[in-house]
């Protein structure tokens, strides 16, 4: 019964590459979202989509592209790695208003050698 | 722009004590939401307590409360009779009212010693 799902949990891949994390909810939320968590573990929001539209975009580099097919998935996909691109990233979702917290996905831990 | 604070990088507390985490921050909002999160080693992020700032009333889940003071922009975190489980980072958190955009502190990390 896993409310946010995400897959892979581990990631390990070459500079240059062109890779996708998923991410699902069974919450019936309507918005989901993608941080990043770096080495020193602070959190920072990458993206949000509300109802399949982007709300949020925080300055995030354009090789970063979320796809969100339905409310229920929103994909992250990352051209052209770097080095710095290493973090934890995490899903997250919550119901439109925001009132309520937001639920958080296990974490997929990419690493760019 | 919202900025929370966490003042304390690190605390330890002895199984079964009591020990508080600090947590101030910065809006000129009157209507917000503020979330403790606590991420143990398995970096699973679990919703720990939640506090609407127009509630006076002060949030309580079993051994987890906190201390909410508005006009202060405090919202420190309390944990009683401490866990070995209770080790993690804990972050706390602020979010505006009807927004999506969550703003994080950096987080403290908790040790509770056998």
């Known amino acids: 019964d896993t409310a946010v799902s995400q897959t892979p949990k581990y990631l390990v891949t070459q500079m240059g590459n062109d890779k996708s994390i998923k991410c699902e909810q069974n919450?019936?939320?309507?918005?989901m979202y993608w941080y990043k968590q770096d080495s020193k573990k602070f959190l920072k929001i990458m993206f949000s989509?509300?109802?399949?539209?982007?709300?949020i975009n925080e300055t995030v580099p354009n090789r970063f592209s979320p796809k969100s097919p339905d409310k229920a998935h929103l994909n992250l996909h990352i051209n052209s790695l770097e080095l710095g691109d290493s973090a934890v990233y995490f899903c997250?979702?919550?119901?439109?208003?925001?009132?309520?917290?937001?639920?958080f996905g296990p974490g997929t831990r990419l690493t760019v050698l | 722009a919202q900025t929370v604070t966490q003042s304390q990088p690190e605390m330890s507390v002895q199984e079964a004590e009591t020990v508080t985490l600090s947590c101030t921050y910065d809006?000129?909002?009157?209507?917000?939401?503020l979330f403790w999160y606590k991420q143990p080693p398995s970096r699973q992020m679990i919703l720990v307590i939640r506090?609407?700032?127009?509630?006076?009333q002060n949030a309580t889940e079993n051994r987890f409360s906190v201390n909410f003071q508005k006009a202060a922009k405090s919202f420190s975190l309390k944990i009683s009779d401490s866990q070995l489980g209770d080790t993690a980072m804990y972050f706390c958190?602020?979010?505006?009212?009807?927004?999506?955009?969550?703003?994080f502190g950096a987080g403290t990390r908790l040790t509770v010693k056998p």
């Open positions: 919450l019936g939320h309507d918005t």
């Open positions: 989509y509300n109802n399949k539209e982007l709300i």
């Open positions: 809006t000129s909002e009157s209507n917000y939401y």
């Open positions: 506090q609407e700032a127009y509630k006076q």
């Open positions: 958190a602020f979010i505006k009212y009807n927004n999506n955009d969550m703003r």
């Open positions: 997250a979702s919550s119901a439109q208003d925001g009132v309520v917290a937001q639920y």
